[in-house]
């Protein structure tokens, strides 16, 4: 991408640490970068030419602050709770946006993706009505764990894992304080591998970004949270066979011409159940694995829409359908319990490592962890990408040898990492 003019504007929606390097790339290209969320002295605020003190989701005040600054592009990167709010700023100010209402709708609420799979022949997960579960008759035909969630929540946040039918009101209640429709979902719970398929679309053309396993901490039967992904995944050529076709016709269904989306599923037997959608980038910087495969960062074609309305160059960004698989990539999320983190140690160690392409920080010393079972409890991420699996594993060891995170009493306060 060509260096533009200093006097163009880009609002990035959010500061968050997975985000200082998308930033920095904006304003490598002469982009004049400000930044907005309700947090003061967020990482991105702290690298952004401007930055003001207002909700990603207050869409009112973002658009007379980029009337009032006559910013260019607006663009939600990777923040969840950002994705409608990016679509009604852009189309208030008739800026670029690579998605349509309807579609942020559908991508962004499970029971309306979960419509949609089924109309386009796409497996999900078994679900009980609400009736099933507050009735006598209902519970007898419902099979024991369920999950209990928001149907528009995000980072397992309202999520409950019911081994009884005693636990499902409380479930209940936690689901509809985290649902902004106040609409819960439940579901069988399946103790089967997780998955993850990423795709990127460019003019109508429907690239695979990224196919990977997801690992998923468990102590006992409680899940904490996810701990990792490992890129392609064992499953890579079933899903290529039997499902990759589905998913990509469900998007040209949808009418998606531009824009990254995910699905998160299961793998049951020989169905890929898909249980969760976005219309974004993934929080973990998986761009980051993917241009160390590929070339092609992600996250500066966005950038790119944003300003001129366009991804960039099709046939240059052809590379990216299956490109990741060329490598041998994981997304380590190291998981701490709760507590005030005392000292961390090793940091400088496993960023020297040959096979690490990225990382970002969620805590520091002297914060306490505090919500169990969400993405407060993740300490670091890391990206790492190597040309066989022999030399990640290798790394990998070393990485958990390197790292010590040490809570006030002097204990370790790592939960597990996930075996590669």
Known sequence: MAKDCISKK???????????????????????????????????????????????????AIVDLCR????????????????????????????????????????SNKDMFKEICVEYGVDVVPEYQIDDMFSEEGLSGVQFPVVVKPADGR??????????????????????????????????????????????????????????????CYIGNDRVYIHGKSYPSKYY???????????????????IKNGPLSFTGFIDGDKFRFFDPSFRMGGGQEWATIEAATKINIADCLTRFAMTGTMGDVDVLRVLD?????????????????????????IDDVMALDSVVGYHMSHFEGDCVVNAS???????????????????????????????????????????????
């Open 155 to 216: 980072a397992s946040k309202g999520l409950t894992i019911c081994l009884r039918k005693e636990d499902i009101t409380v479930a209940y209640e936690k689901a509809l304080d985290y649902s902004i429709r106040k609409v819960v979902k439940f579901e069988q719970y399946l103790r089967c591998p997780e998955l993850c398929a990423k795709y990127f679309v460019c003019d109508g053309e429907i690239f695979l970004t990224a196919f990977s396993d997801t690992h998923t």
């Open 374 to 420: 969400t993405s407060d409890q993740v300490l670091l991420r890391v990206m790492m990408v190597a040309e066989c699996p022999e030399a990640l594993k290798n790394d990998y060891v070393k990485f958990q040898e390197s790292l010590v995170v040490l809570g006030d009493d002097g204990e370790s306060m790592l939960l597990p990492y996930f075996a590669y």
């Open 68 to 107: 009032q600054r006559d910013v260019d592009g607006v663009m939600n990167y990777c923040i969840d709770p950002a994705q409608k709010p990016y679509q009604r700023i852009c189309q208030e100010l008739n800026l670029p946006c690579y998605g349509t209402k309807l579609q942020f709708d559908i991508l």
């Open 237 to 255: 050529d079933l899903f290529k066979s039997t499902a990759d076709e589905k998913l990509r016709n469900l998007i040209r269904g949808i009418g």
């Open 10 to 60: 880009l609002l990035v929606l959010g500061g968050v640490a997975q985000l200082c390097g998308v930033i920095e790339g904006a304003q490598q290209y002469g982009y004049y970068v400000i930044v907005v969320d309700n947090i003061e002295g967020s990482p991105g605020k702290k690298i952004a030419d401007e930055s003001h003190l207002i909700s990603i989701t207050d869409v009112n």
């Open 322 to 346: 299956h490109g990741f698989s060329n490598k041998f990539s994981i997304t380590v999320q190291v998981l701490v319990k709760l507590g005030r983190i005392a000292k961390i140690k090793g």
